[in-house]
């Protein structure tokens, strides 16, 4: 008997009938959704594993060890997570049921519905090299994944990757801040080029830089070739490169068929875009690694070192070092595939050439294309100035710097991907931002969807690492199988 104010309050057998009910049902609903939550989430768990191993069956299937070392990887950090799986980020944003493409008609003109993107665009993909001026200069240095598509998924995909920058060091509670400097630069450097800037000329290097950024280009500046040959060659034999755990000999019959492809189609395709004379010798080939242990998303893709002959003075300083690399189908076509454009770009490297031409400044002269045994390779010079940037030790306001820096190139990227007799891309895009309440509406537009998905990629990181040893192990079996193989011991 319970008693309130002098009163005697006995509850009926039909109350307690009732009351009990009401928790019984009470508790069936909360056990139902807690089973319908952890069948989501393993639900998610089969998805990332799915999208992670579909993705790279080509790289499990010929060199499972290099799947592994991806594995361990992409492990590492919630970053890194992201950058080795852009399949799942382009997955899910053309999943319709999601509707993470919501609200983007508002901020995209028509010129920038179809026209080149980046593809796999996040901070780290920026860095240092040499353009065709030979000046040290800051860009997006990799366009392996190029395609065609809107511009809002570079800008999507560079904006988590900030976000998570500022997660990995530990000052979330500057992360809209990041955002801001990049979006700010990005939007004020548009109105530039809208005005009349030209973008098909404009890099950032040590003449036009501020700060940590000019004070690393003005380093960068003073690097020569003899910097990058010293790390990849042999000091004791000439025109030889070292051989050691990122370079590794090939078999003589590979060895010819690269020569085959580099002298077929490589060296002509150079040399005919190419304004200046090149001597004999220039091109000859001197030696050849296999480079491993490189890349996140395409670590597994077979690459090389190739040695050649440079121009006079004789000595080592003349030699370059050219990168030859696999290429396949952009990231972005499996779920953004455009009718037609396989016919358009011929084959993938093709795809990166052009994409590489259309993004990027000042492109050096000696990218090009090859093929060899039905696959298709890209390739460019080691430049000396390759460097990229450690954000994980740099301050806030340095990467306040960095994140302004990569806004300017981003909008150099979108107002040069065109044929600049096309739609003028830039005052389009400033005819949608013609007001602060327009540019704060794109603003906030961009960081909800930059701090939302941060949140879902760390979530789907720590999915992933529940399952990573499993993989590991599992792809682990399949490598030594396939060494015991190849050996046969």
């Not at 005005?195 to 003449?207: L, P, Q, R």
């Not at 000019?214 to 003899?226: F, N, P, T």
């Not at 396939?482 to 046969?488: D, L, P």
Request: contains cysteine; aromatic residues 10%; hydrophobic residues 35%.
């Amino acid at each position: 008997m319970l008693k309130k104010s002098g009163y005697s309050i006995t509850p009926s057998l039909s109350f307690i009938k009732t009351f009990g009910f009401i928790i019984l049902a009470l508790c069936a609903v909360s056990f139902f959704h807690q089973n319908a939550h952890s069948e989501e989430r393993t639900g998610r768990d089969s998805l990332i594993i799915k999208e992670l191993t579909g993705y790279d069956a080509e790289v499990i299937k010929t060199r499972p060890e290099a799947f592994v070392e991806k594995l361990q990887k992409i492990s590492e950090s919630a970053f890194s997570f992201y950058r080795g799986t852009a399949i799942l980020f382009y997955r899910d944003i053309f999943d319709k049921s999601l509707a993470l493409s919501s609200g983007d008609e508002n901020f995209t003109p028509g010129g920038l519905n179809g026209c080149y993107i980046n593809g796999d665009l996040h901070i780290a993909n920026f860095g240092f090299s040499r353009n065709s001026e030979n000046d040290a200069q800051f860009d997006a240095n990799d366009f392996d994944e190029s395609y065609i598509g809107s511009y809002i998924l570079d800008l999507k995909r560079l904006s988590v990757s900030i976000s998570l920058m500022a997660r990995q060091n530990g000052i979330k509670n500057h992360e809209e801040k990041l955002l801001e400097s990049f979006l700010d630069s990005f939007i004020d450097k548009i109105k530039d080029f809208a005005s009349g800037d030209n973008a098909f000329k404009y890099s950032i290097t040590a003449k036009n830089a501020d700060g940590c950024m000019a004070k690393i280009l003005e380093k960068l500046d003073g690097k020569k070739r003899v910097d990058i040959l010293k790390k990849y060659c042999s000091m004791s034999e000439p025109n030889r490169l070292l051989t050691n755990e990122e370079l590794r000999p090939v078999p003589n019959d590979e060895m010819e068929k690269i020569k085959n492809a580099f002298n077929k189609h490589y060296v002509p395709g150079v040399i005919k875009k190419s304004s200046e004379k090149y001597e004999d010798g220039f091109f000859k080939i001197l030696d050849i690694r296999e480079k491993l242990h490189s890349g996140t998303g395409s670590l597994g893709l077979t690459r090389y070192y190739i040695l050649i002959g440079g121009k006079t003075p004789d000595g080592f300083e003349k030699n370059l070092i050219i990168e030859m690399k696999r290429q396949r189908a952009s990231v972005v076509a499996k779920y953004g595939a455009r009718q037609g454009l396989d016919k358009a770009f011929k084959d993938d490297a093709r795809r990166a050439l052009l994409g590489s031409y259309a993004l990027a400044s000042k492109v050096s002269p000696f990218v090009g294309t090859a093929e060899m045994d039905g696959g298709f390779y890209l390739l460019r010079e080691i430049s000396p100035q390759k460097s990229s940037l450690k954000f994980e030790e740099m301050s806030v306001s340095n990467l306040e710097e960095l994140c302004e820096s990569a806004g300017k190139i981003y909008a150099k990227m979108i107002v040069k991907c065109a044929n600049p007799k096309s739609v003028p891309h830039a005052s389009q895009l400033i005819a949608l931002l013609s007001s602060d309440e327009k540019i704060t509406g794109f603003k906030r537009h961009v960081i909800n969807f930059a701090l939302a998905y941060s949140s879902t990629v760390e979530k789907d990181y720590e999915l992933f690492l529940k399952h990573k040893d499993t993989l590991i192990k599992k792809f682990k079996s399949q490598a030594a199988k396939s060494e015991f193989i190849k050996t046969g011991n």
